[in-house]
């Protein structure tokens, strides 16, 4: 009775429902998805509308049926790395979204896979804008192809669609779009992961794809963006997207070209680049004779919006870096042109409490911004105790 765990994210409900309801699964309080996300949604509003994000219960249904492959000693991984591969061939909308006057749309496709190195997504596939074909209204189906020998993803994958109609003042607006996992594509979970078969070899010679393709199809109320459409005014009642793949047996993670998007994209992992700021700045820090400070301690202060000014001063710091500039003397601490390392070791003294007559002491710190660029505190504010 004394335990209490606290669970949030921006609203409380998405990402905080996902990880109750798995949670609620995971204990054993409850036996299926579709219980637990009622329970949770009676318990944390008032209108029963808590975990409502499409894929986000498209999850909370993956999670029941990895539960249920480990309980029958199934191979579970879902990480990007040691998740199977499968290789896209095409997607398929059934009948046209209503985005443009004449009740039809310019499709274009995103794809983008959550990379194990960082955590984050990718886009490793945009369709070329300028090429996409503007189609009625009227028509019954549309398809959007991807390279003839087809497109290798695994683990979490994004696919976007969007509506790139042309034009001096077009803009590319997102149509819908949807996540699904390469480890229950085959496989699906008995509600809202699709309907997933293999394809007959008629079949796949009649949509010219190679044999042993297959088809995963999801409905309107499985697609981000189109399940809110209650009305049809943007998608027919029948709107259905068609995903078509190929598995690739003995293959995992989504390879090479993942890689090299990581690696352009310059993202490094979290707290790396940090970990090489604090190195440097602790070294500078000690050969001027102050005392070190911990990296966890660093990180939360440099961190906290409480103390805005510290962008300022790595700002100075990383600029006089730069300019190969060596570390300045006690003396130019409080220069404004040019603050340097002086002006941080003299904000992270306050920062510490550190003084020299009175060491360790707690001060009241009303941040100070020295660069005649930044913004002073807003009038009023409270001043931090540290």
Known sequence: NDTVI????????????????????????????????????????????????ISQIRYAHYFEEQLRRIKAGQSCSVTEKSSPAVSLRMIRLHTIPHFERDGGCTPSLVVGVKAEYDHEEHEIYHSDSQKALHVKGSDPKVDLHLPAEGFRVAGDVHIIILNDSHGILAKSAKICHFWVHSSFLQQTPSEMGGKSRQMSVDECRQHNLPGGTWSLLLEKHEIDMAAQDRKHARFDSDFKIELFFMPMPHEHGTGEVLDKRVEADQKPRALYAEKEDFERFSQERIMLGHAPVSFENWVMNEGCQNYPFLKDVHRNMNRSNSRGEGVSSPSSRKTKANPGLGADLAFDNRLQGESEDIPGSKRVVTPILEDAGSTSPASGSTPAVV
């Open 6 to 53: 606290a669970v949030h994210c921006k609203a409380g409900k998405g990402r905080t429902g996902l990880i109750m309801v798995s949670y609620l699964l995971y204990g054993g309080l409850r036996t299926t998805a579709r219980s637990a996300r009622s329970f949770y949604d009676r318990m944390r509003t008032f209108d029963k509308k808590g975990l409502t994000i």
